[in-house]
């Protein structure tokens, strides 16, 4: 955190170069152990972007550390705002069961077709719900 308190992209990618340094890891080593570009390590160790949803599925368990490692202050602000019983909410655990069954089941392309499925599904009906001005 801060001195302010707040999670900052800034403040993920150090903690994200100090797991790397403290795993004995260069960029390099690091994108070529996780099968992440170095660009991408760079981009997140200095603050530029979040972390895609793809190298947070890479990371998380390479590094053992959950989602909410690679959230910002302000993001958890807006999903604690969601817990409210919203539509976005139920989406969101929803979003939760698929990434956990996901994870929790073997590798085969008809589970990746499934989830692929799924995934679009959910963007589509979010797409929906904020195209009616539901937000």
């Not at 073997?106 to 009906?125: A, I």
Request: charged fraction near 35%; glycine fraction near 8%; aromatic fraction near 10%.
């Amino acid at each position: 955190m801060g001195a302010d308190g707040k999670r900052t992209l800034l403040i993920i990618g150090e903690e994200i170069a100090s797991w790397r340094k403290a795993h004995g890891y260069t960029q390099t080593t690091f994108a070529q152990a996780v099968g992440i570009p170095k660009r991408a390590i760079q981009d997140l160790e200095q603050g530029r972007r979040l972390a895609k949803f793809k190298e947070t599925y890479i990371l998380k368990p390479f590094m053992g550390v959950d989602d909410d490692f690679f959230a910002t202050s302000e993001m958890r602000r807006k999903k604690n705002a969601r817990i409210n019983g919203r539509l976005e909410y139920k989406v969101d655990e929803v979003c939760n069961q698929i990434r956990d069954w996901h994870e929790s089941t073997p590798y085969c392309e008809e589970k990746e077709k499934d989830f692929g499925t799924l995934k679009g599904f959910v963007e589509m009906m979010i797409s929906k719900w904020r195209s009616n001005g539901k937000q």
